[in-house]
């Protein structure tokens, strides 16, 4: 199925052409264009992956092809999309009436979302939502309607289907709404499904499944679909053709492997040098900086250079932590008596050297920001210890506490919520300085804020700014600056680099690893990325259900995987490689959860040591299918 | 469930204990009913005064008369007004069903017009339908309700003729009183309605919904509205208090033979037991209707549901 030859040819006319198609946004007279003048085919049973970043247009193409954006006011200012929804029958669904486009969603053309906490409405149960499809444009009654929706979420492989029907969204972990929301998508059997982001939110072995069920149920039905994503491995799993957007415009098209083996457009050679690609470090003991290609100006510019990361030094630890325990209470009685227990950390141990970057992965739910946010003092420990350069850290004084607060730095996820916006970021990064007493001197505060500004690549200038006059990425240089502010010994960056556009992100991963040789900073690198773990750490800790169940040098944990939940999740990564084999292998199950009855403790996981330095938990047989 | 009820019927019990508390407490403290009931006539003593308050029960302490009055609560007796003699459970019964009547009728009434306008508002965001709505909505709060009735009933019974000014004769007699209320009421519910709206149809499951081919009606009624319930709900429960003390006055104006009339007048006479009677009743009712929406939350929001 991986060659292209395979699927239905092309001597078809297309099943959607788009043409010149241009949205605006905004009043007309100071209209912002988001898409301008983009064609393209999509032809039957076929995958068209569009591809860009963030401001790229992609997402309001899809929504512009069904006229969604009617509803986000923006407005088609131009082309046609002719979609042939008959041989006899081909409609330029730009001047299509309201009822025709209401014929036609759901029933000839359908898509899935990005959000699958948010896709499905809280109040109506899951056959409800599924059943209404089918009742508006089948016609079918209440019954026959219930019947097919059960068959629906058999077909997405979702067990217990009877009983699924009658239940809530809530109810349901984000694959499983995923799942229910293709379920709604195919109800009428669409020509055409368009998916947006349809796995971003999801964890990458539940990502896999996803991505499995769109493909095996596409080439059952025939569907084509339009895949919209920022993901080059996703593309290269899923697609036969690629359209590439930038800035409204469309850059690039070919087939998949044409796209990944030749690029033409400036852009797209950026794009690919800036994806992460599981694997390149092979043979590699040490992570390493490489050059990224970013756009200046429409002009492709080198940035950065090659640079093996021997930072670390292994003499001494900074951080010790001993069987870490975190556990949250919830569920009570009428009588206020804890009936659960989220286990969100169980007896975990690493140490972190100077100068070394420890990744902490796992899925939803494994508690590795748990771990951090302890380590950070938001949340007290349940038991274990944390020794800080030597010091326990319960035995500390309160002063001693604060002075760790200054040492050990954090960098958030969401670098737009992480940054007051009602301040200058010059403000928030000399808060730091002023809350720890580091400067005294006013003029040298502001010094020191735009020496960190410089070192994290912005301008010192920039101080006066506030947040929202930054990109994503300048925010999140200034978040970095704001922690290298008390000069910290170790930053833990959670999932610090996740929302990013893949081209930014590969700049600050760069900057952390530079940073990191200048200061002899300790990360401890909480994700569930495998590629960008790859690239910057050191050593690896693979988390599942609270607990360590493989932890090593990188080249260890990657090369020789032990535990099959290591294994599982080295294998779910989407590979940016149309050339490889596309993913057989069938990951099912999703991840059980951590909230456990009192007095129901988990097991905790023996380990072994299978080379040195490369720890694994014991798997008891009966756990090797379950994990 | 049931144990969710039966907490918020035992803070019910304490909330009720301590309205009736302030209530026969702060009366207390604002005249002698005795010299009321002497209409401040020339030739009263002392001793006759005396001997009112003895008949009334009044030379006890606070504390037995409270709980005496407690004690009459459990088995349905108001006691009887100062005035008359008339027992006071009567004329709670006669009151209180033309209050609950105009109560309810009002707040039909701002429903049925404040979902309808706040959906439409907020569907036509910034455009002109938005702006007459919101500002119609500003003029209405501006509005003291007092005034808003008799301006009514100078258009309306006056100038027009076409209803009676007063009393409760028949279906006509509900329009304006219903209308003050409800005016008033719909002014604040329109805005509630259109942010909660606003909020909800920006949500991912709408496009959704919309990308499923529903018409409008159905997205916007089946798929928002209810999702939007939630802030609504919760209001019209605080609503409800201020509804009961806006309709004192407008049965005032409207001369409606309810609990505000009645309220109204035991105040002017010092009528400890109606005045301790209807408060209490209002206040159990105002706390009844919390507790429904407490239940209405669950049966709105799955979510909530199974908490």
């Known amino acids: 199925m991986s060659d292209t030859a395979a699927k239905p040819a092309s001597v078809h006319a297309p099943l959607l052409s788009v043409r010149s198609l241009s949205v605006e946004f905004g009043s007309r007279d100071s209209a912002f264009r988001a898409v301008k003048e983009v064609s393209f085919d999509v032809m039957p049973g076929r995958t068209l992956a569009v591809v860009g970043e963030s401001g790229s247009g992609k997402s309001v193409t899809s929504l512009a092809i069904m006229r969604l954006t009617d509803y986000t006011g923006g407005r088609i200012a131009g082309g046609e999309v002719l979609f042939r929804r008959s041989e006899q029958e081909t409609l330029d669904l730009v001047k299509a009436s309201d009822s025709t486009l209401r014929e036609i969603r759901g029933n000839d053309i359908a898509m899935i979302f990005q959000e699958p906490m948010t896709s499905l409405n809280p109040v109506f149960t899951i056959g409800n939502q599924i059943s209404e499809t089918l009742t508006l444009h089948e016609g079918l009654n209440a019954r026959d309607a219930r019947l097919r929706a059960k068959e629906l979420l058999q077909k997405v492989r979702l067990p217990d289907a009877d009983k699924l029907l009658d239940r809530y969204p809530h109810q349901l972990s984000g694959g499983m709404r995923q799942r229910v929301m293709i379920a709604m998508a195919l109800a009428c059997n669409p020509k055409l499904l368009i998916a947006d982001e349809p796995t971003t939110a999801l964890d990458v072995t539940i990502q896999a499944q996803i991505l499995n069920i769109i493909r095996d149920l596409q080439q059952e039905m025939g569907t084509a679909v339009i895949f919209i994503t920022h993901d080059m491995g996703v593309v290269a ?16 098209q070919g087939p998949v492997r044409e796209i990944f083996a030749a690029p033409q457009h400036p852009y797209t050679r950026a794009l690919l040098s800036a994806v992460p690609r599981l694997g390149s470090l092979k043979g590699q003991p040490l992570p390493k900086r490489t050059p990224v290609i970013v756009m200046d100006g429409g002009v492709p510019k080198q940035v950065g250079e090659t640079h ?64 951090g946010r302890t380590l950070q003092q938001l949340i007290e420990p349940t038991g274990g210890t944390v020794r800080f350069d030597g010091r326990d850290m319960a035995a500390m004084s309160q002063g001693e506490r604060r002075r760790l607060r200054q040492e050990i730095q954090y960098i958030f996820q969401d670098p737009f919520a992480s940054l007051d916006p009602r301040h200058t970021v010059g403000y ?8 720890h007493g580091l400067i005294k001197d006013r003029k040298a505060i502001d010094r020191r804020v735009q020496e960190l500004l410089e070192q994290v690549g ?11 006059e930054f990109s994503g990425g300048q925010r999140q240089r200034v978040c970095i ?89 080295l294998s779910a990564v989407p590979i940016a490689d149309p050339q490889r084999e596309r993913a057989e292998t069938r990951i099912e199950g999703e991840i059980p959860s951590p909230v456990r009855p009192v007095g129901q403790e988990p097991a905790i996981h023996r380990m072994r040591e299978v080379e040195p330095g490369h720890w694994v938990a014991i798997e008891a047989d009966q756990l090797r299918g379950a994990a | 469930m049931a144990g969710f009820i039966l907490k918020r019927l035992l803070q019910a019990i304490f909330v009720v204990l301590a309205v009736t508390l302030i209530v026969s407490f702060a009366i207390r403290l604002s005249g002698d009913p005795a010299v009321m009931l002497m209409g401040g006539g020339g030739n009263v003593t002392e001793q006759d005064l005396q001997n009112i308050r003895q008949a009334l029960g009044l030379e006890r302490p606070f504390y037995v008369q409270y709980l005496s009055f407690l004690q009459g609560i459990l088995v349905g007796d108001f006691g009887r007004s100062f005035m008359g003699g008339t027992p006071v459970s009567t004329l709670i019964a006669h009151a209180l069903p033309s209050t609950l009547l105009l109560a309810f009728t009002s707040l039909l009434v701002s429903i049925a017009l404040s979902v309808p306008l706040g959906v439409y508002a907020a569907v036509n965001r910034g455009r002109w339908p938005d702006q007459l709505i919101r500002i119609l909505s500003l003029v209405g709060l501006s509005f003291p309700n007092f005034w808003l009735a008799i301006m009514m009933v100078l258009l309306f019974s006056i100038v027009l003729g076409i209803l009676p000014p007063s009393g409760m004769e028949g279906p006509e007699s509900f329009v304006m009183p219903a209308l ?84 109204f007048d035991a105040i002017s006479g010092r009528d400890y037991p109606v005045l301790q009677g209807t408060i209490t009743v209002l206040a159990l009712f105002i706390v009844l209707i919390n507790l429904l929406v407490d239940i209405a939350y669950g049966l709105i929001d799955p979510r909530i549901r199974t908490e």
Do not use: C
């Open chain 1, 308 to 371: 093996v990361q021997n930072t670390a030094d292994y003499a001494k630890p900074i951080l010790q932590v001993d069987k870490l325990t975190t556990r949250f209470d919830v569920g009570k009685t009428f009588f206020g008596r804890v009936t659960h227990r989220v286990h969100a950390v169980e007896e975990v141990s690493f140490d972190i050297y100077p100068g070394e970057t420890l990744a902490l992965v796992g899925e939803s739910g494994s508690g590795k920001s748990t771990i």
């Open chain 1, 458 to 468: 912005l301008q010192p200038q920039h101080a006066k700014r506030y947040p929202h």
């Open chain 1, 481 to 569: 600056a704001r922690a290298l502010a008390s000069d910290p010994k170790l930053i833990i960056a959670d999932e610090s680099v996740s929302a990013l556009d893949v081209s930014i992100q590969a700049q600050i991963v760069n900057l952390l690893m530079e940073l990191q040789e200048r200061r002899r900073l300790s990360y401890l690198f909480i994700t569930h990325d495998m590629a960008v773990v790859e690239k910057i750490s050191h050593r690896v800790a693979v988390m599942y259900l609270g607990q360590i169940v493989e932890i090593g040098t990188r080249q260890a944990v990657f090369e020789n995987p032990q535990h099959s939940y290591t294994r599982k999740l």
């Open chain 1, 428 to 435: 928030s990064i000399a808060e730091p300085i002023i809350v």
């Open chain 1, 237 to 252: 799993e899923m697609a036969d053709d690629v359209v590439v957007m930038w800035k409204g415009d469309k850059v690039e």
């Open chain 2, 180 to 263: 003050t209320m409800a005016i008033i009421l719909t002014a604040t519910n329109v805005r509630l309605v259109r942010t909660s709206m606003l909020e909800t149809l920006s949500q991912q499951y709408i496009m959704v919904a919309r990308s499923k081919g529903l018409a409008d009606r159905v997205v916007l009624y089946k798929h928002a509205l209810r999702n939007s319930a939630i802030p609504l709900v919760t209001y019209i429960g605080l609503q409800f208090g201020s509804l009961i003390g806006g309709i004192v006055i407008v049965e005032r104006v409207f001369n409606w033979p309810g609990m505000g009339t009645l309220a």
